[in-house]
């Protein structure tokens, strides 16, 4: 779960520039919060993200808990291309990780939070990214 300050521009983010589906949203006015569900595909298939909107909240601390979300992708570098020209934030452009062979790339939500790119070719797992 994440909570997000404004909800339209963070559904706008993780459906436009992510290429998730909007799988299901509710509103909970007693206690003044709207939670809006986005994934490739509803869960069992295979994980969703909880965007909570809090209706008198428009910023929050990241805290140093949080690290990041992890996504497959077949191609890092298609992938960050297509996220910048749908108006997203690449902040690590795809490379091989330090030290390692995994190609990896950071971007980073409307909100501030990151998240990383893992290219994932070889068992052709991955997301619903669009490829450029």
């Known amino acids: 779960m994440l909570r997000v300050g404004n909800l339209q521009r963070s559904i706008d983010f993780y459906t436009k520039v992510l290429g998730m ?12 919060y709207t939670l809006a569900f986005v994934g490739y595909e509803g869960n069992p298939a295979q994980a969703e993200i909880e965007l909570t909107f809090n209706w008198d909240t428009d910023k929050y601390e990241l ?20 996220i910048k020209l749908a108006g997203g934030q690449v902040t ?20 501030g939070y990151k998240i990383e790119l893992i290219q994932r070719k070889e068992d052709g797992a991955g997301t619903g990214l669009s490829q450029a």
Do not use: M, Q, W
Request: aromatic content about 8%.
């Open 21 to 32: 589906k909007l799988l299901r949203t509710s509103e909970n006015p007693d206690y003044k």
């Open 92 to 111: 690590r452009e795809a490379g091989p990780v330090k030290g390692g062979t995994s190609v990896i790339a950071f971007v980073t939500d409307p909100d």
């Open 63 to 82: 805290g140093t808990a949080y690290g990041h979300i992890a996504l497959g992708v077949p191609d890092a570098y298609a992938s960050c291309e297509a």
